[in-house]
């Protein structure tokens, strides 16, 4: 079982850990913002392609056309 102090030393030595990597956040969400804007980018030339509007022009049709 931890004892009053070791449990302070271990607590203080965790915080110090984490406490280095406080800029890394940053990074790291400036990093997954490129990314969704990369992918963002592609699916967009992906969508806005000739068979690929073709192929959700007849989807939409069909379904706005479907008899009751």
Do not use: H
Not at 38 to 50: E, H
């Amino acid at each position: 079982m931890f004892r009053g102090g070791m449990l302070r030393r271990w607590w203080a030595k965790l915080r110090a850990i984490g406490a280095n990597d406080r800029g890394m956040i940053t990074a790291e969400y400036a990093v997954g913002t490129l990314a969704a804007c990369a992918l963002a980018a592609v699916l967009y030339k992906v969508v806005t392609s000739g068979p690929v509007q073709a192929l959700l022009r007849s989807a939409l049709e069909r379904a706005i056309n479907v008899q009751f």
